[in-house]
């Protein structure tokens, strides 16, 4: 009789997982954010994929409006989860973009066409016997995480921060043992 329930229970845990409807986070790649990626000419990798800066590209939440910057025209615009991803069509209104702290860097990805959002997190593998804090301290940066048993940390970089110097600049930490800059590309959206 527990046979014949676990599996009932198991076919229905099936049956409910199946209608789970799936949303499609693929962007399609317009040649606009394929230029500008390449226009950077900041490549890095992350998550074992190889990213290309995407020159004025941003990212904002979302706030329920659909226009993002209203006030810039932009030559690009998509959205990936809650966020409103946008290229503005000017090099004016590029460096404008530049002095907001209010939104997040954004990648292309070379090898699944897909665009990911820099939230400005570090991922380091650290050496032992060298402490989280005192590399964030030293990088003035914030140490969000720090999973001690496995030698990682997780640090976020402070609004005017530079992401790309300071993730070189760990590299070359005698504490850390690699580095990366956190790439979110796939983002769920519950219904």
């Known amino acids: 009789m527990k046979k014949i329930f676990l599996s009932l229970l198991i076919s229905i845990s099936g ?10 986070i693929s962007i399609p790649t317009s040649p606009i954010v394929i230029q500008r990626a390449n ?13 290309q800066l995407i020159l004025g590209g941003q990212a904002v939440v979302n706030q329920g409006n659909n226009s993002v910057n209203s006030s810039y025209k932009n030559s690009w615009t998509a959205q990936n989860g809650p966020f409103q991803l946008s290229i503005p069509s000017s090099a004016a209104n590029n460096s404008a973009l530049l002095t907001n702290s209010n939104f997040y860097q954004i990648a292309y990805n070379q090898s699944t066409g897909r665009v990911g959002i820099i939230i400005g997190d570090i ?20 140490l969000s995480s720090h999973f001690e048993r496995i030698n990682i940390a997780i640090f976020q ?11 070189n600049s760990l590299r070359n930490h005698p504490g850390v043992d690699s580095v990366e800059i956190d790439v979110v590309e796939n983002l769920n959206m519950p219904n």
């Open 39 to 51: 226009d950077s000419g900041i490549v890095f990798n992350s998550n074992n994929s190889m990213y």
């Open 123 to 142: 991922i380091a593998k650290l050496k032992p016997h060298y402490t989280a804090l005192a590399i964030a301290n030293n990088y003035n940066l914030s």
């Open 157 to 167: 970089v402070k609004p005017g921060q530079d992401i790309f110097t300071i993730t």
């Open 15 to 24: 049956i409910s997982l199946a209608d789970t409807p799936t949303i499609d």
